[in-house]
């Protein structure tokens, strides 16, 4: 019984013992609960990336970003296109001014026409292709960290239709800076050569009907000459009946549209993935060993003043551009705007269709005369070919042609193919005219024909354009064939050809 008790005694006491240890011992901390695992629709591993930096060359846009970002898991194709089993990202994001992307976290933003850092443009600037389907973003983030070193890009994003999609690229990736170098001060110039014409199409709907490029030193084969200016006009001008620019008072206009005498505030678009200046801008390329270092300017104020005297325009500028430089200068010489609109008058010679001469009448003169008097430095030929009937009375098709030539083919007329032109250049034949106010037959210069019918005339043109191909045969006869048009609005043809004997003075 004693042994009984002790053993009890003992057992109550190891209890004891054993309640007091546990009472003292902490309970082991798990920690915080494991954050849940988030699953995406789409989870990749990106190995490609570029940029493109851009600068603040579109902040005045409708759309505004400074950078452009493309991620992928795959390349594209040849041809540019997308890789069915590839996931890419193409995002358009407002960054701080610097040519790689910053660290930070870049949210969606549906407030694409300004600048607010930080953002991903939304709407349809911003997009995921997958599977060769394009998906717009709803919502998401684009996170940055290691910039300076080892970029780590990763994207969260939500499409409008609810899927998720993921992916981190993480290394060194591949940018350019396509940001525009604006002009760092005011520029004085005198301009020496223009090209002007006539906008119908391609200028946005923005009603400008007039372009004036005006350039500072280009060489004898049209090439800019570093270093030297180039200041393009965009607006909206006036022309009298015969195409040529009315002079006036232009202004710089900020509206979306012109008006007539303003030229349009300098832009910039995207043009292919790059910075390209629109409207009014001026281009100075300063480095004479770098074609492509130039400095921008946008004229954002000013006017522009154009007089004419005689065949010479004037034209003189005073611009302001959107960062504050100055621009002044001046330009004198001829202004002639390609494809300007002319008022025609019809007349009642003028060819109805087609005509196609023919030479076949009883008598026929095809005579050449040469000339060192026409033109001044060159040396002219002029083919007339005469036709008569029985009574010698004109009958049928006349025809005067009439080529530029140099000093030195005086002996006889030379072979070769002459383009109508205006400009009396050797190589040409000669711009024609035609009107009837010289007497019954008409009075005619340069290259025209006209058609005899009953002893009147009844159709009669000067060539507007085409050629004409002369060629002396080993024979020493001539063969002539030529295909002109008119000036009509709708131009018609009058063309034909001979051969035979000249007669040559």
Known sequence: ????????????????MQSCKDDKTDEPNPGPDPEPTVEYDVDTVSSICEGIYFGDAYLSNDEVYTYYLSISDLPVLDGG???????YYILRLNTPFEEQIANGTYTMTEETNKYTEYTILGGNYSYIVYQNQQFFIKEGTLTVTNAETKPRIEIEMTTTEGS?????YEGIYFYYNKSIEWLKQDMNTKMTSVYSWYLEEMNEDRNANLNITLYENIDADGW???????LIFVGRGEFDDDGNLIPGTFTITNDEEASDYTFLAGGCINFMNAPFPTSTNFCYYYDPENSSAVQVGLAQSGTVEIEKNGDNYTLTYDLTTDKGKKLTGSYTGPIVVQDAPKVIEKNEWDLSEDHELSFNAPNINVQAFGSKYTIS????????????????????????????????????PVSGVFQISD????????????????????????????????DVVRWAAG??????????NDDGTYTITFDFLDGQAEPKHFKGTWTGELEIF
């Not at 800019?224 to 180039?230: G, I, K």
Request: proline content about 2%; overall charge negative; charged content about 20%.
């Open 1 to 16: 019984m004693k042994k009984y008790l002790l053993f009890t005694i003992a057992l109550f006491a190891a209890l004891a």
């Open 81 to 87: 296109y997308t890789d069915s089993e590839g996931t």
């Open 164 to 168: 998720t999609f993921h992916t981190v």
């Open 224 to 230: 800019l000459v570093p270093p030297s200016s180039v």
């Open 377 to 412: 430095g060159a040396y002219t030929w002029q083919f007339q070919f005469k036709q008569y009937n029985e009574n010698w009375q004109y009958v049928s098709d006349q025809l005067v042609i009439e080529v530029v030539c140099d000093l030195n083919e005086s002996e006889e």
């Open 423 to 454: 400009s009396d250049e050797v190589g040409t034949a000669r711009k024609g005219t035609f009107n009837m106010s010289g007497g019954v037959d008409g009075f005619g210069l340069g290259t025209y024909f006209k058609y005899y019918e009953n």
């Open 463 to 472: 060539a507007n354009g085409g050629e004409v191909e002369i060629t002396k």
